[in-house]
């Protein structure tokens, strides 16, 4: 439903568009960060330091006392229970307001001996503002109430968005409307209600991630295949001359592999494990396996530089590649095109350019995607319908714990890499209090003095009047206008394909110092000379992507350091972040952002097309985890939930590739 239908002003529209708002549904869904509960606590109850509000008569002219530029401290006495309590207000110079003989409530902590600082205050009677009061996290220009007002003009189409939920499942589990819920989320009378509505929209949300993920793992794995016949002693062969000795479990990972090809099931199978750890070599071995076996194989890659890499690699190791990217002319193009189709050539390197019509093969029989949550259901499946039962791979660097493995990806086949090469060192990293790279200036300036190269990682490409983050381009300026000795760069995703590659270029061969990029460098960059690394506003990034980022500076044989720059307050991201100077492995801390953030950041739900979690626990709701799983078959083998299947149709449609 369009927003439109709130009759809003382009300042509030805009906004909320700014907040990812496109629709009612969105914005309906925009569920409160916390709560605020007013109730009357006794005078004769108060403890020093203890959060309360009371309402009384001004008594006493209020007086203003300015210290510094735009700072200043009114004070004034209120009589309430009796008692004289005198208010302090920061920065709210308005004594005009504060008349002497006016009602006024007031909200703040008790500081003892009836000394009172106030946070807000408000004219209204007390008793019509008890209860619970929903609090929303907002972009700057934005307030709670104007936002709740909104949100009351989005509850009156509560009962318009179509409720998913079959009806017997909600008979079964006791579980509200859809429209009441969404009542009671932003609107709880009491504790209660608000757990009626949480539990209702928490089952909402799992059951439509397993049926959208159901479906389309069911699109994947329903075919069998004939077997590929290969001889493994030349794949034991091809292993035997590689330049280092594999890990247990990438041996065991390339075994898993290969039984897949040999099978006469279609391959699903999930290859996962830390930056570093050599997920890249399975891939080449089933490659190498297809191959033997007379079939083509394509290797996606979610960039051009990333894509390169893979291909230099393969041809380092004797496997015939061709690369495949927007980046090249259209007769090499072409030539490969031919090549393709006549089936002259059986191993392909490319990025979404493979996706597309004019793309045709004479014999697939591999997909494999790195960095899969990078690609859309669509992307891939468009891929597998280049070939018949088309065996698929998929390899990711942000691994899932057991534990969660099977809700988030059901019945895919899960090969762990969890054992490091021997000479892989875990990156040292430091927690930074501030914006400023000051204090570390000196580590960063010697690292560069040996001959290495940093990284200098920002959450945005540039400054917005929204959020306070220090952004690519401003940071760039600034090391530019300090350390002209040094070769500084800049890389983020607005630039064109040939200008990100030039500039990956010029840092790989060494013609940069330091290169100042947005997390584009996440994914698989290899610079093995680059083992300094600095992360702005890294509060801003989930632990897993804070761990990939710096998992980039842990290529070569020398330390790497990371420093994660922060001026949040928040304890619980501070804790967060100071978690990263002691936990190394992937896992671990992937099962700690789950617990935290919930899928949405590894998964790339926005871009796989799976609908997120806001509300759902992975750690807490496995009861009902379980349940929506079952669920989900029941939905997808009868076919006769029309509301949930068109929401399983439009939300694999809607689903989007982006770098």
């Not at 569920?31 to 020093?48: A, G, H, L, M």
């Not at 057991?402 to 990156?427: C, E, L, Q």
């Not at 790497?560 to 501070?574: N, R």
Request: glycine letters at 6%; aromatic letters at 10%.
């Amino acid at each position: 439903m369009d927003l439109s239908v709130l009759k809003l002003t382009s300042r509030r529209h805009g906004l909320l568009v700014k907040m990812g708002i496109d629709s009612v549904e969105d914005l309906l869904s925009t569920y409160p960060f916390r709560y605020e509960t007013i109730e009357i606590i006794p005078y004769s109850q108060w403890q020093e330091n203890d959060h309360v509000c009371f309402e009384g008569l001004i008594c006493s002219l209020a007086r203003v006392i300015r210290f510094g530029k735009n700072r200043s401290m009114t004070k004034f006495t209120v009589i309430s229970y009796d008692q004289e309590i005198e208010v302090t207000l920061f920065n709210r110079p308005w004594t005009q307001q504060f008349t002497f003989g006016k009602d006024i409530t007031v909200f703040g902590q008790y500081k003892g001996k009836n000394k009172f600082t106030a946070t807000n205050y408000n004219f209204e009677p007390l008793s019509k503002q008890l209860g619970m009061h929903p609090v929303y996290t907002l972009p700057q220009g934005m307030h709670q109430k104007e936002f709740q007002k909104i949100m009351d003009q989005a509850l009156a189409f509560r009962y318009e968005v179509e409720d998913v939920i079959p009806h017997r499942y909600r008979e079964k589990y006791r579980l509200l409307e859809h429209g009441q819920a969404l009542l009671w989320v932003h609107h709880p009378q009491d504790s209660k209600h608000l757990r009626y509505a949480l539990r209702t929209l928490k089952y909402e949300e799992f059951l439509c991630f397993q049926c959208v993920m159901q479906a389309t793992q069911n699109q994947a794995t329903s075919a069998s295949k004939d077997p590929k016949i290969f001889d493994e002693s030349l794949i034991d062969a091809w292993i035997h001359q590689l330049p280092y000795p594999l890990t247990k479990d990438q041996a065991q990972a390339i075994d898993d592999v290969c039984e897949d090809l040999h099978s006469s099931k279609t391959m699903f199978r999930l290859v996962q494990g830390d930056v570093g750890c050599g997920k890249t070599i399975v891939a080449m071995a089933a490659i190498y396996a297809s191959y033997l076996a007379g079939y083509q194989s394509a290797f996606l890659a979610p960039t051009e530089i990333l894509a390169r890499q893979h291909y230099e690699k393969m041809r380092a190791l004797g496997l015939d590649a061709q690369l495949y990217v927007s980046a090249l002319s259209a007769k090499e193009k072409q030539t490969i095109l031919d090549g393709m189709a006549s089936g002259e050539m059986l191993i392909f390197v490319g990025t979404h350019a493979l996706f597309q019509d004019q793309v045709h093969f004479s014999k697939l029989g591999l997909v494999i995607a790195d960095e899969q949550q990078r690609f859309g259901v669509r992307q891939r499946r468009s891929m597998l319908e280049k070939g018949k039962n088309v065996d698929f791979l998929m390899m990711s660097a942000t691994p899932i714990p057991r534990t969660y493995a099977h809700f988030i990806y059901g019945n895919m086949d899960i090969s762990n890499i969890k054992t490091m090469p021997p000479h892989r060192k875990p990156v040292i990293t430091k927690y930074v209090k501030g914006t400023s790279m000051k204090p570390i200036l000196k580590d960063i300036l010697q690292g560069l003095q040996e001959g290495r190269q940093c990284y200098v990682v920002c959450a945005a490409i540039e400054d917005s009047t929204e959020v306070s983050m220090r952004s690519a381009t401003k940071v760039y300026e600034g090391m530019k206008k300090t350390l002209k000795d040094k070769r500084i760069g800049l890389l983020h995703g607005q630039m064109t394909s040939e200008e990100k590659e030039a500039m990956m270029n010029q840092f790989v061969n060494k013609e940069l110092d330091v290169l100042v990029s947005t997390t584009v460098i996440e994914v698989g960059i290899d610079v093995p000379n680059a083992t300094l690394m600095v992360i702005y506003d890294a509060h801003r990034f989930g632990l897993s992507t804070l761990h990939q980022l710096r998992g980039r500076v842990a290529r070569g044989k020398e330390q790497g350091y990371c420093w994660l720059l922060s001026d949040s307050k928040d304890s619980q991201a501070i804790e967060r972040l100071k978690k990263l100077e002691t936990i190394t492995d992937g896992f671990a801390i992937t099962e700690y952002d789950l617990r935290l953030r919930g899928p949405g950041d590894f998964l790339g739900v926005r871009q796989s097309g799976l609908p997120n979690f806001v509300l759902g626990d992975l750690e807490k709701d496995k009861a009902m985890m379980d349940e929506c799983v079952k669920n989900a078959e029941e939905i997808l083998q009868q076919k006769i939930d029309q509301p949930m299947l068109d929401f399983i149709s439009k939300a694999i449609a809607n689903a989007q590739y982006f770098d």
